[in-house]
Nanobody, 121 residues
Framework: QVQLVESGGGLVQAGGSLRLSCAAS????????MGWYRQAPGKQRELVAA???????NYADSVKGRFTISRDNAKNTVYLQMTSLKPEDTAVYYC???????????????WGQGILVTVSS
């Protein structure tokens, strides 16, 4: 079983920065894609950023130039550096891992429990 544990959320003023971390565990050999999604109140969950094991990155238009995703494959950890935060970035942020190769087989899709990011104006 794959577990994803997020950390680093909290309350920040507009224009500030936060760094989210997500560590995956569970006898993992490799992870194909790791990413961050977010869900604001009353809205659908949306992709924020994703990164492949080779380092290819994808960002939502709304965060390009402000957020940076990175990962440490040796630690099975993904990070999201968020700068120039806006009130509209307020949401629960979820870590996601796809194509997780483990000692017990492949897990196609795993999610963290979510972490709240609140940006005050």
């Amino acid at each position: 079983q794959v577990q994803l544990v997020e950390s680093g959320g909290g309350l920040v003023q507009a224009g500030g920065s936060l760094r989210l971390s997500c560590a995956a565990s569970g006898s993992i050999f490799s992870i194909n894609v790791m990413g961050w999604y977010r869900q604001a109140p009353g809205k659908q969950r949306e992709l924020v950023a994703a990164i492949t094991g080779a380092g290819s990155k994808n960002y939502a238009d709304s965060v390009k130039g402000r957020f940076t995703i990175s990962r440490d494959n040796a630690k099975n950890t993904v990070y999201l550096q968020m700068t120039s935060l806006k009130p509209e970035d307020t949401a629960v942020y979820y870590c996601n891992a796809r194509g997780v190769s483990t000692a017990r087989g492949t897990v196609s899709d795993a999610w963290g429990q979510g972490i709240l990011v609140t940006v005050s104006s």
